[in-house]
C-alpha cells in the first residue's frame, strides 16, 4: 500500500480484539484521529493503547449528540470503524465520514446478525465461525459486505478456544478491509436483503440446563458458554452447581431413563442421563467450592423436581393462607 492511501480513521471499540486491531492498522501507517470507547468499557485495554500513542480517548454518553457530532467533525475522519461498540448509530453519525462507517462483527453474515454470535454458533453446533467487515446501514448487521473469513470450530472446541481465534485472526481482517477501501479494490455485496439469522443477546437465567433435551445441544449448550462465560447452570438438592466441561459421544447407547440422573461414574467424572442419552460431566463447581470432577454417586438427580417444587410452594402458601386466617379471627376478637 502506497503512503498515498493512508487514512485518517476515527475508532469506535471495545476489548482485546479493538486493541490489537488498533496496534494492527497504526503500524501499517493509518491516522487514528481519535479512540470511542463505552461508557462502561469490557475491559481497559484499547482506552491504554491509546493513551500510550498519545490519542485523543472520547467517552460520549451519548454518540448521536449534537455535542459529540461536533467533535467528530473537528476530527475530519475519512473512514469510521465500529468493533463491539454498543451504541445505536443513528444516520448523522453514520455520515461524518466520506468514506463511510464499517463494522467489525464476529458473525457469518448474514447469518448470526445480532450479539454473543460465538456462543450462538457454538449452541448451534456450527463448524465455523465467521469473520465480517460490513458497512453499518439503518439496520441491524445488515450493511453491505466489504470483507469475510472463516474459521473452523472443531468438536472440542470451547466458547474460550474459538473465542481467541477470533481475536488473533481479526487484526489481519481489519487491516485487509481498511485497505481495500484505501486502494479502491473494494466490492462490497448487498446483504440486507438477503434471508438471514439474528441472535439475541443472552442473559442471566439462559444459562440453566434442560436435562431432557439431547446431549448434543447439552453438550454444545456446555462448550458454548464455559469460560469465560458464565458457565452452565443446574441444581443438586437446593445448591447451583455450575458445569465447566462436559464431553459426549454421539456413538454412546440411545435409551429413555429418567433425565438428570446420575448412571455412571469414572476417574473423569459422571454420566448423566439425559433426553436421548448420556452425556459425561468432567468439571464442576458448587456456589461454596472450587472447581472440581464430580463424584456424585449412581442414582442422583441433577436438576429441578417441578412436582417437589409445586408440593413445596402449596405448602407453603397454604401455611401462609392458614396464618393470615388466625390474624382475621385474631382481630375480630377484640
Known sequence: MSASASLRILFFGDGRWAADSFLRLRSAHHTIVGVVIRQHPSDQSLCEEAQKAQIRVLQPADVNSQEFLADVSALAPDLNLSFSYNQILKPPILRTARLGFINFHAGKLPLYRGRNVINWAIINGEKEIGLTGHFVDAGIDTGDIILQKVLPI????????????????????????????????ARPQVQRDLPGTYAPGREEGDEWLDWSDSSLNLYNKIRGITRPGPGARTMLEEETVTIWRAAYDPAWPKYIATPGAIVGRSAQGVMVKTGDSTILVQEVQMASGTPKVPTWRIGTRLGINLHTVLTSVLARLKDLE?????????????
Open 322 to 334: 392458614h396464618q393470615l386466617s388466625r390474624g382475621r379471627d385474631h382481630d375480630g376478637s377484640r
Open 154 to 185: 472443531t468438536w472440542t472446541d470451547t466458547y474460550g478456544d474459538v473465542l481467541n481465534k477470533v481475536v488473533a485472526a481479526f487484526p489481519d481482517l481489519v487491516l485487509e478491509t481498511v485497505n481495500a477501501i484505501a486502494d479502491r479494490s
